[in-house]
């Protein structure tokens, strides 16, 4: 069981990360700066500072925070002290963890525990995004933008800047040591990061559309996920019509997300209740005998049934 993203191995998507973040504050505070007239030099390096150290703790936050079950570690924590456990409060149990759940978690495959809440797990950060990190994920999203956004207005000043100056030889050679023979290659260079920043804010501009838009609906990505390829493999389209683009949402989501993997090819079973909808993957998840009937929610595993006034819930599935 990973503890969270921190935890060994590191993914080679986490250290790309943060080899960009460092190559990006690098460029901008020794390429950027320097040549920044009197006033925006002051602005640009205070923004940009804050909103990096703001990146960077973002990151921290999120990576760091273990999203697993509470249930999961009271149940676990009571095993290890030899102490009285109350599971008859609780309906489910994950026969990975062989603890009992919340109605609302799911098992990770990668990190191999129950997340509640469960909405995907990141390569970007290692780590599963769940209930107790979404909210630091979005605010990582936001700042990630906001950062990448004052790069590439400082890109654009300075092309700009070279363009329009009439000899803009001296200028650059004055404060960065450039000669006429390298002004080509800081050029090349200011674009290249220019345009790296525009490709990733724009991308990540994206996952906060596709965030807002599932949480207008009360989904996680799981949910849209499943429900998508269920439909799929139905040959049918998802039942509404938005403004997002269902084929271009499930690319998108499947290469950025970590869930291009299908969720499984093993049958469900109907859990024993009367008053729901309720689907459970049998090689996961099992009912306690006695288990309290479930009102009021309706949980997704491959198919999402949804009661008219519920919205569609994590099931346990091990998911890679």
Not at 122 to 150: D, E, H, M, P
Not at 181 to 206: D, P, R, W
Request: proline fraction near 5%; charged fraction near 20%; hydrophobic fraction near 35%.
């Amino acid at each position: 069981m990973k503890k969270n993203g921190f935890s060994l191995p590191l993914h080679p998507y986490q250290m790309l990360s943060w080899i960009l973040l460092i190559l990006f504050s690098i460029s901008f505070y020794a390429l950027y700066l320097p040549i920044m007239p009197s006033g925006l030099f002051e602005f640009y390096l205070l923004s940009f500072t804050i909103l990096y150290l703001l990146t960077i703790f973002w990151i921290y936050l999120t990576t760091h925070g273990d999203p697993t079950d509470p249930v999961v570690l009271q149940e676990l924590l009571a095993k290890k002290e030899n102490k009285p456990f109350d599971s008859k409060k609780y309906s489910f149990m994950c026969t990975a963890c062989k603890t009992h759940v919340s109605i609302n978690s799911k098992h990770c495959g990668t990190c191999d525990k129950c997340i509640e809440g469960f909405d995907h797990h990141c390569k970007w950060l290692n780590n599963c995004i769940g209930k107790k990190n979404y909210r630091a994920f979005i605010y990582l999203l936001i700042t990630v933008v906001s950062l990448t956004l004052l790069e590439i207005s400082a890109g654009g000043y300075i092309l700009n800047e070279i363009k329009n100056d009439g000899d803009p030889n001296d200028k650059i050679k004055s404060t960065l040591g450039i000669n006429n023979q390298k002004k080509g290659a800081y050029i090349a260079l200011i674009i290249v990061i220019t345009s790296a920043c525009s490709i990733i804010c724009l991308l990540i501009m994206y996952l906060i559309g596709f965030h807002i838009w599932l949480r207008s609906k009360g989904w996680t990505t799981y949910d849209y996920v499943i429900r998508y390829r269920e439909n799929k493999a139905k040959n049918k389209v998802l039942p509404e019509k938005d403004s997002f683009d269902s084929t271009t949402i499930q690319n998108k989501s499947d290469k950025i997300l970590d869930l291009s993997e299908p969720p499984t090819s093993k049958r469900y079973h109907k859990a024993p209740t009367t008053d729901v909808s309720l689907y459970t993957f049998s090689s996961i998840i099992t009912v306690p005998s006695g288990s309290q009937t479930l009102r009021g929610s309706s949980i997704a595993t491959g198919y999402l049934s949804m009661t008219p006034n519920s919205s569609p819930q994590n099931e346990q599935q091990n998911v890679n």
